[in-house]
Structure formats: C-alpha cells, structure tokens
C-alpha cells in the first residue's frame, strides 16, 4: 500500500464550481498534516494545514479523519488560478525530525 | 520569491560527468532537505540537514552526495550518474527540522542526464 494515496485526476470543474480532493495516508502515527499546491513546472508551496478539528482559509477547507486516516480539501468557488496539483502532505516525527510524506497530487483544471 | 534559491536552474550533463548543484536559503533556517521529483512520481526525500549535521539519508545512491558547509547552504554532488537520474531536483528549506513547520522550497534544478 502506498503511504499516501490520492486520486491524480484530472478534474476539470468549470469556474465558480465546488471542488473536494480526498488523500488516505497509511501510517497511522503521522502527527501533522498539510496541504501543499505546485503549480506546473514550479516548486511547491504551503497551501493550508489541516487539524483534527477542521480548518478553513476563505474559499478552502481541509478536514482530517484520524480514524479513517484521510484528509480532505473543499475548494469554493473555484477560480482559475487554483488550477494547480494539490499535495497532500502527512507528517511523522521520527529519527529527530519531521518526516514528510508527499503524495503524487490531485491535478485541478478550473475552465471557463 | 520564497527566499530559497537553486543554481543551476537547468542541467544536462553526460553520464561520466561530475556536477554540483547549489542551494541557498537567506530565511534563517537551521533545517535544509533535497528532494527528487521524477515524472508522474512523488516527491521523494533524499537528505535532510539539520545544523549542518545530516539526519537523514534515505537510501540513496552514492553517486548522489550531499554537503552542507553551513546552515545556509547546501550542496548535491553528482557523478555518473544514470538517465533514470534525470528529474527535478528541488531544495527546501524549515526552521527547523523537528515540529511542525512548513517547508519552503526553491525553484529547483531540472536536471537531464544523457
């Protein structure tokens, strides 16, 4: 099983449309989590992080499920720059640092 | 800019080849991490550094050797290398290397190896 799993899309959603990327990770003792974007050809960069108790950043919310293991991401009113791929990034502290576990990605497409 | 920067931007290089790429973070960090992106791929960790003392080195190659003079700076030594090697190779940056910090990453170096 992959350590984090996310759909790789794409997803083609018209503007103003809602969006949710979904991502499972598989070791249960990741501590922290967070949703990175990367654009094409660029680096990635922190999009939100994401709390047991939920958290919202204006049009975007992500949510956690210890439980369940999965994380998730709603976007709002989609613009067109949000076309990016979405990264979703669980964390585990071991061996004296953070270990970070990036998934491939959810490529988002918004159209006009 | 995210204040980590990478040089060169673009590499190509044959496989007998020995190269070296640059990072330099002006961010005040005490952490700094390579990592690799291939093509429908992961990013993957390759070595962390934290205080100039390498924490993590996740199975890769030796032909592939990092150095880290300060805690500003960081280096990726390359020599022959495989065409499997060829990716984006992208530095990143955290305050530290313990806890919950976000990572800043630079533009990366796109690295061809023929």
């Known amino acids: 099983r992959k350590e ?10 018209p503007e103003g449309a809602t969006v949710a990327f979904n991502c499972t990770y598989s070791n249960s003792a990741s501590q922290s989590f ?11 960069k922190l999009l939100m992080s994401v709390y047991s108790s939920g958290n919202e950043d204006g049009r975007f919310t992500a949510q956690l499920n210890r439980a369940s293991q999965y994380i998730s991401l709603l976007i709002r009113d989609s613009k067109l720059s949000d076309s ?9 502290f071991s061996g004296g640092y953070q270990k970070v576990t990036f998934g491939i990605g959810t490529k988002l497409q918004v159209i006009p | 800019e ?65 150095e880290c003079p300060n805690s ?14 060829s990716a984006l190779y992208l530095c990143a940056s955290s305050p530290q290397a313990a806890g919950d910090y976000e990572q800043y990453f630079g533009p990366g170096t796109r690295l061809t190896v023929t």
């Open chain 1, 4 to 13: 984090v799993e996310q759909d790789p899309g794409p997803f083609n959603v």
């Open chain 1, 84 to 92: 990016a791929t979405y990264l979703c990034v669980p964390c585990l």
């Open chain 2, 2 to 66: 995210t204040g980590v920067t990478q040089t060169p931007r673009h590499l190509v290089m044959g496989m007998t080849n020995k190269k070296s790429l640059k990072c330099e973070q002006h961010l005040g960090h005490n952490a700094m991490y390579w990592y690799k992106q291939s093509a429908k791929k992961p990013l993957e960790l390759m070595f962390v550094y934290s205080l100039e003392e390498r924490v993590e080195n996740n199975s890769v190659p030796s032909r592939f050797s990092p």
């Open chain 2, 72 to 85: 500003s700076h960081l280096f990726l030594h390359l020599h022959t290398l495989q065409p499997e090697d």
């Open chain 1, 34 to 44: 967070f949703w990175y974007r990367q654009d094409c050809r660029k680096e990635p």
